[in-house]
């Protein structure tokens, strides 16, 4: 069995959910508190995939866009990233196209999964999944529409990202 450690990045605007999907994938926890993430925060995740054991090492990163500079720093050493927008914020979703472009500046031409958080919001969400579809092509990337909330497509997610970062070790 190999052991590998990958460093993924999570980006995307504030409130979007990015520290939300983690909570949920790492300790299948949800809270409707909202706490504005300073800097990174990094969490360490042991998975199983076919015969290797990958340890993921996510990269929780602060989403307001006044801190670029610092972005940057970040994304240093990363092998991958999943870029989340809020289904029922349109400009999140406009804004993933800024989080895609920066991080490949810095990384190159990694893995890249989206994700549509917040799909158990129906009525609200105003980002529909051909727009999704369209984007996660523009930039060679898979996508997926998720809640942290009720966990739906959150460990697919991260499954999806985790077999990338494996099939492009080669």
Known sequence: MASIIRK??????????????IRRFVYDEFSDTYLTTF???VTKKVMTIGSDKLTLMIWDILGQKV???LHSAYYQGAT????????????TFANMDNWVESFRE????????LIGNKCDLGEYI??????????GKKYNGDHLLASAKTGENVEE?????SKRLLADRK
């Open 8 to 21: 993924i990045c999570l980006l995307g605007d504030g409130a979007v959910g990015k520290t939300s999907l």
């Open 39 to 41: 800097g990174t925060k």
């Open 67 to 69: 801190h670029t500079r």
């Open 80 to 91: 991958g990233a999943m870029v989340v927008c809020d289904l029922t914020r349109r400009e």
């Open 106 to 113: 810095v990384a190159g031409d990694k893995p890249v999964l």
């Open 126 to 135: 105003t980002v529909g999944e051909s727009a999704m579809e369209k984007k």
């Open 157 to 161: 997610a991260f499954d999806a990202i």
